[in-house]
């Protein structure tokens, strides 16, 4: 059984930054990718960010490219989500979520994950 638990949110000023962390159980971390998505009040959860198994690729969807930046320590069996410029638009629950097979670079689609964190709440004011 893999578990994931986030940490790293909070409430943040417009413009201001946050970097969330998500730490995996298990001793197949390494060869799984693993994404971020986010579910905001009233709102479907969506996605955010993948990064495949080894960190050498990402995908970004475009309302987040260019302000944050995923990355992966597979010693640590960790992944991050650095979050910069933050809006007001941001503010959701993050998810880090397994990849459900590692066969998958960098999936983007719920179905494509088998593993979720409980969540983590970021805020940000105006």
């Known amino acids: 059984q893999v578990q994931l638990v986030e940490s790293g949110g909070g409430l943040v000023q417009a413009g201001g930054s946050l970097r969330l962390s998500c730490a995996a159980s298990g001793r197949t971390f390494s060869r799984y990718a693993m994404g971020w998505f986010r579910q905001a009040p009233g709102k479907e959860r969506e996605f955010v960010v993948a990064?495949?198994?080894?960190?050498?690729?990402?995908y970004y969807a475009d309302s987040v490219k260019g302000r944050f930046t995923i990355s992966r320590d597979n010693a640590k069996n960790t992944v991050y989500l650095q979050m910069n410029s933050l809006k007001p638009e941001d503010t959701a629950v993050y998810y880090c979520?397994?990849?459900?097979?590692?066969?998958?670079?960098?999936?983007?689609?719920?179905?494509?994950?088998?593993?979720w964190g409980q969540g983590t709440q970021v805020t940000v004011s105006s």
């Open positions: 990064i495949s198994w080894s960190g050498g690729s990402t």
């Open positions: 979520a397994r990849a459900g097979s590692y066969y998958y670079t960098t999936p983007t689609r719920m179905d494509e994950y088998n593993y």
